[in-house]
């Protein structure tokens, strides 16, 4: 039985023509040295670590643009059918209209480039001591204190990157057809496909030759950046932002037969600082001849905005807070291999830097847009845990663990169309999720159970002793929607050693996932992903080692309401890494 449904009859129906292409150089440089030093009871230890991750797009000069916007072709006639209400197999025909399959139909041809460019620079160090008495109750004491700093720098010069092709067969009523690549077929996944009245389908420019004409034929290319454009791209977008985290603490630690105690204070001191620009006032630029828009308070001309923003040294606002958060725990041992503990602590939960410092972050993988809150508060949260573990011959275990979580400005997440932003008609990010987030009022509690069992299976015979096991079952539910909230969770792990050779699976199974917590809620339905990891030891300090992340690529199916009606099926392949891992 096959559904049909014809959406747009005899001139209403519009197609647009959109493709996207980038290409992101993404390098990582880290350098973490550590010491250890002991003298009698005292055992000190500490180190310095630094990394620097940059992520700069490049497309236009080396692989051709990003976008190939064109006009929408209107007047058209199509069909559409799928073979059931809930089926991603649509078959849509064009039964009307100039054809879709012919690229001079499509006017107005443009493109735009992509330029982005992120950088996260952290330096942190850190010391600790412990001192363990030689006194007839065992008592250790353990202090010490981290300093980080992060730079987050960020540019997106986008909005000034855009040309409209003038060259042969182009201009306003032109079009890509001399540029036409009829050897990149047009294809969908899950049975999906577009015939045009002809019986062919859509076809696409050739990006590789409009790089060429870009880069030879400049004269080809006529830029249509507006004034907003360049406030957009040099002035609203980049960002500099300082994150300063300064953090001590001091800790007690004392063993009273089968009870062993804990307690403990940390102290720390969040610092921001961001460099923006100190501009003009409107009446100092109009004393100065520039023409002002009253709404905004900003010059007209781009050599206005330039004097306006760029004429004096950007000044540098800052902001900070600090905190106190005490833990205390207990630990008894109710037989030889049984042990029960209860703990309680204060945790603080700060929000990324993306969410504060203006920036907007545009994931091309999982097609998100996060609008950033200046406003946002840190998550504030007291903790309770007990747990109960059972200790067992060869190297096992097998605990229960049960938790609460009582959390002051819980953060909640919101989801909306591209059109709420000014991007519906964006022929890049139409398509995209833009989500934003604030604090909820009151008081948001989580609780949750986790079932663990992890066993070194030595006891088998020969090569088989090498194997390890290990699986866990999470249950947690709150009291309010929480965004990315697991409600059910299952994992294991299998590994192997047998000299220097080691392998390893791991496997995790998530229940149907909320991803929004207001609102209409949007869901990922429930999936079970699979990773490898193993390594060769080349020597003593020498190791070889990869990792695969998603080894069957499994998609993110996100729905509202119903799970048979997808709002998106993402899917971002199979990560492989290998490395060298030296020990010095």
């Known amino acids: 039985?096959?559904?049909?449904?014809?959406?747009?009859?005899?001139?209403?129906?519009?197609?647009?023509?959109?493709?996207?292409?980038?290409?992101?150089?993404?390098?990582?440089?880290?350098?973490?040295?550590?010491?250890?030093?002991?003298?009698?009871?005292?055992?000190?230890?500490?180190?310095?670590?630094?990394?620097?991750?940059?992520?700069?797009?490049?497309?236009?000069?080396?692989?051709?643009?990003?976008?190939?916007?064109?006009?929408?072709?209107?007047?058209?006639?199509?069909?559409?059918?799928?073979?059931?209400?809930?089926?991603?197999?649509?078959?849509?025909?064009?039964?009307?209209?100039?054809?879709?399959?012919?690229?001079?139909?499509?006017?107005?041809?443009?493109?735009?480039?992509?330029?982005?460019?992120?950088?996260?620079?952290?330096?942190?160090?850190?010391?600790?001591?412990?001192?363990?008495?030689?006194?007839?109750?065992?008592?250790?004491?353990?202090?010490?204190?981290?300093?980080?700093?992060?730079?987050?720098?960020?540019?997106?010069?986008?909005?000034?990157?855009?040309?409209?092709?003038?060259?042969?067969?182009?201009?306003?009523?032109?079009?890509?057809?001399?540029?036409?690549?009829?050897?990149?077929?047009?294809?969908?996944?899950?049975?999906?496909?577009?015939?045009?009245?002809?019986?062919?389908?859509?076809?696409?420019?050739?990006?590789?030759?409009?790089?060429?004409?870009?880069?030879?034929?400049?004269?080809?290319?006529?830029?249509?950046?507006?004034?907003?454009?360049?406030?957009?791209?040099?002035?609203?977008?980049?960002?500099?932002?300082?994150?300063?985290?300064?953090?001590?603490?001091?800790?007690?630690?004392?063993?009273?037969?089968?009870?062993?105690?804990?307690?403990?204070?940390?102290?720390?001191?969040?610092?921001?600082?961001?460099?923006?620009?100190?501009?003009?006032?409107a009446a100092e630029m109009r004393a100065a001849g520039f023409a002002i828009t009253p709404s905004t308070g900003r010059a007209t001309t781009i050599e206005g905005l330039t004097r306006q923003y760029m004429s004096r040294p950007k000044t540098t606002r800052t902001s900070g807070y600090d905190n106190l958060f005490p833990s205390v725990s207990a630990k008894y041992t109710l037989a030889e291999n049984l042990q029960a503990h209860l703990g309680y602590s204060r945790t603080i939960s700060r929000p990324a830097v993306g969410n504060l410092g203006g920036v907007w972050v545009f994931n091309e993988t999982n097609q998100t847009v996060s609008v950033p809150n200046p406003d946002l508060k840190p998550e504030r949260s007291s903790n309770l845990s007990g747990r109960v573990a059972?200790?067992?011959?060869?190297?096992?275990?097998?605990?229960?663990?049960?938790?609460?979580?009582?959390?002051?400005?819980?953060?909640?997440?919101?989801?909306?169309?591209s059109d709420a932003f000014g991007y519906g008609d964006d022929p890049l990010y139409s398509g995209y999720r833009f989500l934003s987030v604030g604090n909820r009022d009151g008081t948001a509690q989580v609780r949750g159970m986790t079932l663990e069992y992890s066993q070194a299976l030595s006891f088998l015979p020969g090569a088989l002793r090498g194997l390890n096991a290990s699986a866990s079952y999470t249950r947690t539910y709150a009291s309010t929607p929480r965004a990315a909230m697991v409600p059910h969770m299952l994992g294991g792990t299998l590994s192997y050693r047998l000299g220097r050779l080691s392998l390893g699976a791991s496997g995790k199974w998530t229940d149907h996932t909320p991803m929004t917590s207001s609102g209409v809620i949007t869901w990922r339905k429930a999936r079970t992903m699979i990773d490898l990891n193993g390594g060769w030891q080349l020597s003593p300090r020498l190791g070889a080692f990869f990792q695969v992340r998603n080894l069957f690529n499994v998609s993110e199916y996100r729905y509202q309401v119903d799970p048979s009606y997808m709002l998106s099926d993402m899917i971002v392949g199979t990560f492989w890494t290998f490395g060298l891992k030296g020990v010095f």
């Open 1 to 281: 039985l096959e559904f049909r449904r014809v959406l747009f009859r005899s001139g209403s129906a519009s197609v647009a023509m959109s493709t996207n292409h980038e290409h992101k150089f993404a390098q990582t440089r880290t350098l973490t040295p550590k010491f250890e030093f002991r003298r009698g009871a005292w055992l000190v230890d500490g180190g310095v670590h630094y990394t620097i991750s940059t992520n700069q797009y490049v497309a236009l000069p080396r692989v051709g643009p990003q976008t190939v916007p064109v006009a929408n072709l209107t007047g058209l006639t199509l069909s559409l059918r799928r073979s059931s209400p809930q089926a991603t197999d649509w078959r849509v025909t064009q039964t009307g209209g100039r054809d879709l399959a012919d690229l001079a139909n499509f006017t107005n041809p443009r493109i735009g480039d992509d330029m982005r460019f992120a950088e996260d620079e952290i330096w942190q160090a850190q010391a600790n001591a412990r001192w363990t008495s030689g006194w007839r109750i065992p008592v250790w004491l353990k202090f010490g204190g981290k300093v980080t700093e992060d730079y987050h720098r960020f540019r997106n010069p986008n909005a000034w990157l855009t040309w409209r092709y003038d060259g042969p067969g182009g201009g306003p009523t032109g079009s890509f057809a001399q540029l036409a690549f009829p050897g990149n077929p047009w294809q969908l996944r899950n049975g999906a496909g577009i015939t045009s009245i002809s019986g062919g389908t859509p076809t696409f420019p050739n990006r590789t030759e409009i790089a060429r004409l870009f880069r030879e034929k400049p004269e080809y290319f006529t830029s249509l950046a507006t004034v907003a454009n360049f406030f957009t791209a040099f002035i609203d977008n980049p960002s500099y932002i300082r994150e300063r985290l300064l953090a001590g603490y001091g800790l007690a630690n004392a063993r009273l037969g089968r009870l062993q105690l804990q307690g403990g204070l940390r102290w720390e001191e969040t610092q921001f600082a961001s460099r923006e620009f100190n501009a003009l006032s």
């Open 390 to 417: 059972y200790y067992f011959e060869p190297v096992g275990s097998a605990a229960v663990t049960l938790f609460q979580n009582r959390i002051n400005n819980s953060v909640t997440s919101r989801e909306f169309a």
